[in-house]
């Protein structure tokens, strides 16, 4: 059983900065993973995600302020979120098993609980 465990969100204020964490167990094989969000109101936006070669794809509103990394070791997907602004604020979830491991829409077969930023100006 596939199971995606976030963690790490939490409140900032503008400019600060937050990692979030995503243990990953049950897989059976490589999947492509990325981060999601979902703002009050609005649809689920993608974040972040590894292509398949482990090159990461950026939403155009998080570049050159966000990092996606992993760790396979300990099997974690992390989001470094740094320069955090107000419309960051959202439920951030990481997923598995994209169909298009280079895309941002969001599609996946697992998905984790998420955890919540809040961004305050």
């Known amino acids: 059983q596939v199971k995606l465990l976030e963690s790490g969100g939490g409140s900032v204020q503008t400019g600060g900065s937050l990692r979030l964490s995503c243990a990953v167990s049950?897989?059976?094989?490589?999947?492509?993973m990325g981060w999601f969000r979902q703002a009050l109101g609005k649809a689920r936006e993608g974040v972040a995600v590894?292509?398949?070669?482990?090159?990461?794809n950026y939403a155009d509103s998080v570049k050159g302020r966000f990092t996606v990394s992993k760790d396979n070791a300990k099997d974690t997907l992390y989001l470094q979120m740094s320069s955090l602004k107000p419309e960051d604020t959202a439920m951030y979830y990481c997923?598995?098993?994209?169909?298009?491991?280079?895309?941002?829409?969001?599609?996946?077969?697992?998905w984790g609980q998420g955890t919540q930023v809040t961004v305050s100006s």
């Open positions: 049950g897989l059976t094989r490589r999947y492509c």
């Open positions: 590894f292509t398949a070669n482990d090159v990461p």
């Open positions: 997923a598995a098993d994209l169909p298009q491991c280079w895309s941002l829409v969001p599609l996946a077969t697992f």
